[in-house]
């Protein structure tokens, strides 16, 4: 018998569900975006399948403008387990003996990091308004 999902732990709509709600987007929104024979109801019911076909979730990837792959691989405990391990090592290689600049620098590059997704997030958002303006007009 085999497994069609690498990571039994992972459930891609499950995982979908997880991206569409950081980035602020509705079940509506993302139905009317992937076309007519979608709503709110189809979407919830696609949030709730373990393994979502391939098109569709290509589809829904695009909207979101997030790689499939990150919704196919996305393993909550294991992303959890890296960002815990990153931050005890960042935070044993401060020396307060003496001024340590390497976990300055790496504050700075993460500061300098969440600027650009911040900046990226703002971009996305005055283009789903666009959107959104284009809906209300009556598109």
Same mark, same amino acid.
């Given at each position: 018998m085999t497994n069609t999902t690498p990571n039994p732990k992972i459930h891609e709509g499950r995982n979908l569900k997880r991206f569409r709600e950081m980035l602020g987007i509705k079940q509506d929104f993302l139905a009317f975006?992937?076309?007519?024979?979608?709503?709110?109801?189809?979407?919830?019911? =696609?949030?709730?399948?373990?393994k979502i076909d391939s098109d569709i979730l290509e589809q829904v990837s695009a909207i979101l403008?997030?790689?499939?792959?990150?919704?196919?691989?996305?393993?909550?405990q294991q992303a959890v387990n890296i960002i815990s391990n990153t931050f005890d090592k960042v935070e044993n290689s401060f020396n307060f003996g003496t001024f340590? =600049?390497?976990? *300055?620098?790496?504050? !700075?590059? =993460?500061?300098?990091?969440? !600027?650009?997704?911040?900046?990226? *997030? =703002?971009?996305?958002?005055?283009?789903m308004m666009g959107r959104l303006e284009r809906l209300i007009g009556g598109r």
């Open positions: 975006e992937l076309g007519e024979d979608w709503n709110q109801q189809k979407i919830s019911l =696609l949030e709730q399948k373990e403008k997030i790689p499939a792959e990150a919704i196919r691989n996305f393993d909550e340590n =600049l390497h976990p *300055m620098e790496k504050i !700075i590059q =993460l500061h300098e990091e969440k !600027i650009a997704l911040y900046e990226r *997030m =703002l971009k996305e958002k005055d283009e």
